[in-house]
């Protein structure tokens, strides 16, 4: 997940502001949103695998 971020972070500063990195980056955001979501169920679910997915995360 650092890496992640640190990918994220140069592709800032490589690309301009334009419309296929507000694409790239409206995707990024959409896949955190999915994410946090899916943790969110599986702590309702099953307490024992949200501790693994903080854990794995």
């Known amino acids: 997940m650092i890496f992640f ?3 994220v972070k140069n ?5 301009s502001k334009t419309l296929k990195e ?3 980056y409206g995707i990024i955001d959409l896949s ?3 994410l946090k979501i899916f943790c969110i169920y599986i ?3 099953n307490l024992s695998v949200s501790r693994f997915s903080v ?3």
Not at 11 to 15: A, N, Q, V
């Open 22 to 24: 507000k694409y790239i």
């Open 32 to 34: 955190f949103l999915v």
């Open 43 to 45: 702590t309702w679910t």
């Open 11 to 15: 592709i800032d500063k490589i690309y």
């Open 5 to 7: 971020f640190f990918l």
């Open 55 to 57: 854990d794995f995360l």
